[in-house]
């Protein structure tokens, strides 16, 4: 079992539609696992008062070749039109499934017993993210993003198809992130585009365009920025595992976006981790709304760039308050990520004592 999602999630409204007396925040964790025969997602609420954490099923189902029962966002959306609030959970090849707040249950949440698409079978691939943009809700899946028609019997319509094959080891349309709208009212959406073994780590926008639909713009290639940071030739991208973290840069209070990523080299096998072709590093991008600059540079830690025992990847970041920076003895921060291949992380200095890195 691996667990996938850790995230708090707040409801505004019963599973009636009607309006709590207060927000209810939980902090939920989803992870999927399987035996021979069955795949299985389930999630975890931890009540607050006693520090517990209680399991739910959130759906199960045959396990069978080339279908991962494997969570991999979440997000709290309310129907336009029953006024129905609901956290959606993607779980997978099986497809996005939602739930609504039951303070009667020891979870909280009262998960649908079947999933809402699709309808029938299986996607051909793992949906890998999902995002609130423009009072919409919209997930990836493949090379398509599908954007949720509201009502008592919703349904998805397909709103970007960039057809191409996609290797699901690989992902396709990865790190949905909502933005401001650059040239008009409404929101933008930002993913990072790697269909397979062959991806540059293109950076893509779409942006409304006021009739329902949306315009694709091409922002930075990461491969491009990665070979211009190092000198020397870079091949396979992967980047946006989540989402691109919105942060404010203290030193100007402008708003930018961290995407983390990794690349294979083609030469420099002295700045490679040894087991692979992937640099021995750690990056990152910086997005603002003038450009989308960087790669921002992290180097594993202990100044080695060769150490097998700490490659360094990006993939996740966190915002520590700086309040707990002033009032709590060092040796009692909690780590807020942790350095090593397919590991979260947050950039961008590194600290071996507690095996997590510090904001620059």
Not at 217 to 246: K, Q
Not at 302 to 307: A, C, E, I, S, V
Not at 334 to 358: E, N, V
Request: charged share 25%; proline share 7%; hydrophobic share 35%.
């Amino acid at each position: 079992m691996k667990g996938n999602i850790l995230k708090s999630v707040t409801f505004t409204r019963d599973r009636t539609g009607k309006l709590l007396p207060e927000p209810k925040q939980l902090l939920v964790m989803a992870a999927g696992a399987h035996t021979e025969a069955r795949g299985v997602v389930s999630s975890w609420t931890r009540d607050d008062r006693t520090g517990r954490w209680h399991h739910q099923i959130v759906r199960s189902g045959p396990f069978e070749k080339g279908v991962r029962w494997i969570p991999r966002d979440m997000e709290v959306y309310r129907d336009k039109i029953t006024g129905v609030e609901r956290v959606f959970l993607l779980i997978g090849n099986p497809g996005i499934i939602s739930g609504v707040y039951d303070p009667s249950l020891p979870g909280k949440i009262r998960w649908d017993r079947a999933v809402e698409f699709p309808a029938e079978g299986v996607f051909k691939t793992r949906p890998l993210g999902m995002v609130v943009a423009s009072g919409s809700l919209l997930f990836s899946v493949e090379g398509k993003i599908f954007r949720r028609a509201d009502g008592p019997q919703p349904t998805y319509e397909e709103v970007l198809d960039l057809g191409e094959g996609v290797n699901t080891d690989v992902g396709g349309l990865r790190g949905l992130t909502a933005i401001d709208n650059p040239s008009g009212p409404g929101q933008s959406i930002l993913f990072l585009w790697a269909p397979n073994g062959s991806s540059s780590g293109q950076i893509k926008r779409l942006d409304p365009d006021g009739r329902g639909g949306y315009t694709i713009h091409d922002e930075a290639n990461l491969r491009e920025l990665m070979t211009a940071e190092l000198g020397t030739e870079v091949g396979y991208i992967l980047g946006a595992h989540n989402r691109m973290y919105e942060v404010v840069r203290p030193d100007t209070g402008e708003t930018v976006h961290l995407i983390g990523f990794q690349g294979n080299l083609r030469a420099a096998e002295h700045l490679r981790w040894p087991v692979s072709r992937l640099y021995g590093g750690a990056l990152f991008a910086v997005r603002s709304r003038r450009n989308l600059r960087g790669p921002r540079s992290q180097r594993p830690i202990r100044g080695r760039q060769t150490d097998p025992r700490h490659p360094s990847h990006i993939r996740r970041f966190a915002v520590r308050p700086r309040t707990n920076l002033r009032r709590r003895p060092r040796r009692q921060l909690p780590p807020i990520g942790r350095y090593g291949m397919d590991l979260q992380g947050t950039a961008c200095r590194g600290d071996k004592k507690r095996g997590s890195y510090k904001a620059a």
